[in-house]
């Protein structure tokens, strides 16, 4: 477990919007809900940066949090991120803002308060690149590009 700090931006967070929580006991990831000023139409293709009145500070750069879609907004309506999976490091403080993107055929309304994504905090590994002439062993795969390891 890792402690987030979290500031609101919006006054309407805690009171007329709950702030992210965990809809279970199991969830893995907390709903983040929609704070427009107002309802907003989004428009078959059409995307929009919608705020969640809230700014996190993970601090901790051993973890990161990712932004990721709701799967029955996006199966059911075409509500998606625009950036397709967001990532928020360790050192931001700004507001978390979701793109959300309309891939569906009709308008998607977004109200206040409407959950519109979820945030995922995840252990982050960190790499040192280390230049070589040859890989020290050769894998299965190879060098093989898409579709190398087969169809099925």
Same mark, same amino acid.
């Given at each position: 477990?890792?402690?987030?700090?979290?500031?609101?931006?919006?006054?309407?967070?805690?009171?007329?919007?709950?702030?992210?929580?965990?809809?279970?006991?199991?969830?893995?990831?907390?709903?983040?809900?929609?704070?427009?000023?107002?309802?907003?139409?989004? !428009?078959?293709? =059409?995307?929009? /940066?919608?705020?969640? +009145? $809230?700014?996190?500070?993970? &601090?901790?750069? !051993?973890?990161? =949090?990712?932004? /990721?879609?709701?799967? +029955? $907004?996006?199966?059911?309506? &075409?509500?998606?991120?625009?950036?397709?999976?967001?990532?928020?490091?360790?050192?931001?403080?700004?507001?978390?803002?979701?793109?959300?993107?309309?891939?569906?055929?009709?308008?998607?309304?977004?109200?206040?308060?409407?959950?519109?994504?979820?945030?995922?905090?995840?252990?982050?590994?960190?790499?040192?690149?280390?230049?070589?002439?040859?890989?020290?062993?050769?894998?299965?795969?190879?060098?093989?590009?898409?579709?190398?390891?087969?169809?099925?």
């Amino acid at each position: 477990m890792i402690d987030v700090q979290y500031r609101v931006l919006d006054a309407r967070l805690g009171v007329s919007i709950p702030l992210p929580d965990y809809a279970t006991p199991g969830s893995a990831a907390m709903d983040l809900r929609a704070a427009p000023e107002q309802a907003l139409e989004l !428009a078959a293709g =059409a995307s929009a /940066l919608v705020p969640t +009145g $809230l700014a996190l500070h993970i &601090g901790d750069p !051993a973890w990161c =949090a990712l932004i /990721l879609p709701r799967s +029955g $907004l996006g199966h059911r309506h &075409g509500l998606v991120l625009g950036n397709l999976t967001g990532v928020i490091d360790a050192d931001y403080q700004g507001p978390l803002l979701i793109s959300c993107w309309n891939r569906g055929q009709a308008p998607f309304t977004i109200a206040p308060g409407d959950r519109i994504a979820q945030l995922l905090l995840v252990p982050v590994g960190r790499a040192r690149l280390l230049p070589v002439d040859a890989f020290a062993a050769a894998s299965a795969r190879g060098s093989g590009g898409f579709g190398s390891t087969g169809t099925s």
